[in-house]
């Protein structure tokens, strides 16, 4: 069993959709929590962090943690084509090893 | 743009060969991470240098090796390419390696085909 679960979709969605992005964990020890946009052929950048349980908000993206379900979310609104991509989930202890999800394919039709 | 440099882009190798990836770091940081990404999978962990030192590996052979300059700037070096090397090589840099609320920034990336 994988630590990080990701369904890695494809997930289409129409321009305008709120999309939901999901990950489970199975490790108790992760506290710092990110999620990764990266498109084709380049390297993940970096659209949130967040520390243990909570909500974040930046923007269109939101953040969740619930460190008792051991599952995190990330919720875009107003999701538009320039968001289509794949976000990769990932998370880390104290050790700075991340660990990460398979990643969700995004697309988002205009 | 995360300042995250990687050399070189694309790279071509057969089995059994030796290869050499680089990866500059973002301006301040002395810490690079090194992760493989298979087509279609998340990155995996291989290795973490802190101030020139290895802080942590995962679950790679030692074949892979690492080395960290005193500028920061990083190598990752294979030995004996297997056809399951071919992957994407990210380097992620940060500061201060030890503890994970340190925000990794990654560069671009190398393609290796092995062949």
């Known amino acids: 069993q994988k630590e990080v679960e990701q369904d890695p979709g494809p997930l289409s969605v129409p321009e305008g959709a709120i999309v939901s992005l999901n990950c489970t964990y199975s490790n108790s020890a992760f506290q710092y929590f990110m999620w990764y946009r990266q498109y084709s052929r380049k390297g993940p950048e970096l659209l949130m962090y967040t520390y243990s349980s909570g909500n974040k908000e930046d923007g269109r993206f939101t953040a969740q943690v619930d460190k008792s379900s051991k599952y995190i979310s990330l919720f875009i609104r107003d999701s538009q084509p320039s968001d289509s991509a794949t976000y990769l989930c990932?998370?880390?202890?104290?050790?700075?090893?991340?660990?990460f999800g398979q990643g969700t394919t995004l697309q988002v039709k205009p | 743009e995360t300042g995250v440099t990687q050399s070189p882009t694309h790279l071509i190798k057969t089995r059994g060969q030796q290869v050499t990836l680089r990866c500059s770091s973002q301006s301040g940081h002395n810490t690079v991470s090194w992760y493989q990404q298979a087509l279609g999978q998340g990155p995996q962990f291989i290795f973490q240098y802190y101030r020139e030192e290895e802080n942590g590996r995962g679950n790679f052979p030692p074949r892979f090796s690492g080395l960290q300059f005193p500028n920061y700037s990083s190598e990752l070096n294979v030995n004996a390419l297997e056809l399951d090397d071919s992957a994407l090589y990210l380097c992620?840099?940060?500061?201060?390696?030890?503890?994970?609320?340190?925000?990794?920034?990654f560069g671009p990336g190398t393609r290796l085909t092995v062949l």
């Open positions: 990932a998370m880390t202890s104290n050790t700075g090893k991340l660990i």
């Open positions: 992620a840099s940060s500061l201060a390696g030890r503890g994970g609320k340190d925000t990794q920034y």
